[in-house]
């Protein structure tokens, strides 16, 4: 059984318009991140959460933003899509933030089109 | 900043050679290595890490990678790889004692017959 669960597999979205991805993860962990892949970029780094809490932010624009409303959720919403916002995005998960594991464990992914 | 290079966007193979998937980073402090294998249309797996001691780390299925300070590396080998191995493998970057990790570009492994 997936441990991260991502929803939705799939999604596209007409410019403009507002998406929110889902993460839940199953592991009990308490630290969450939001990759993206696009077929520009590698995997980039965009937020981290701990225990809630937005710890790590490395994406400049303020359409995304994540949300997490219970501990073991962290999704992404996305507004006013853009073209360059295809990707497929990537939720993962760690015990914690900090502390020698340097192990990340991921979702599926979600791949997100923009018309 | 840390930067990891992955030289190879593409290596081919046949099933039952060797291969090594090289990974150079750049990072001033201590840091966490690790690899990533992602078949396709799935999310990534680990396979091994690093962070000190024996820098000859074993992973899952075989694999295995080398830690080299001097040369700035911690190539993945493995002796005889399997049609199953074809995907990307990604190596990874942290700092200490932190779990953001940043990726290289990924080195797509086919493995052909």
């Known amino acids: 059984d997936p441990k991260i669960i991502q929803k939705p597999k799939y999604l596209v979205a007409v410019t403009g318009s507002e998406k929110i991805l889902i993460c839940e993860q199953y592991l009990g962990h308490n630290a969450m991140y939001w990759y993206r892949q696009s077929a520009k970029k590698p995997l980039e780094f965009m937020f981290s959460y701990s225990y809630q809490k937005l710890m790590d932010n490395q994406t400049a624009s303020s359409r995304f933003q994540p949300q997490s409303s219970k501990k073991n959720h962290l999704d992404l919403q996305i507004t006013a899509l853009k073209p360059d916002d295809s990707a497929t995005y990537f939720c993962?998960?760690?015990?914690?933030?900090?502390?020698?594991?340097?192990?990340?464990?991921f979702g599926e992914g979600s791949k997100l089109t923009v018309l | 900043t840390q930067t990891v290079s992955q030289s190879d966007a593409h290596v081919t193979v046949f099933e039952g050679d060797s291969v090594e998937l090289r990974c150079n980073y750049s990072y001033g402090g201590s840091i966490y290595l690790s690899w990533y294998i992602q078949h396709h249309g799935r999310g990534l797996q680990f396979l091994l890490k690093?962070?000190?001691?024996?820098?000859v780390v074993q992973g899952v299925n075989g694999f295995k990678a080398e830690f080299s300070k001097s040369d700035s590396s911690f190539h993945l080998r493995k002796a005889s790889v399997h049609w199953s191995d074809s995907a990307v493998y990604f190596c990874a970057v942290s700092a200490w004692n932190y779990n953001v990790l940043y990726f290289g570009s990924g080195t797509k492994l086919t493995v052909e017959p």
């Open positions: 993962a998960s760690s015990q914690e933030r900090g502390g020698n594991t340097g192990q990340l464990y």
């Open positions: 690093y962070y000190s001691g024996n820098p």
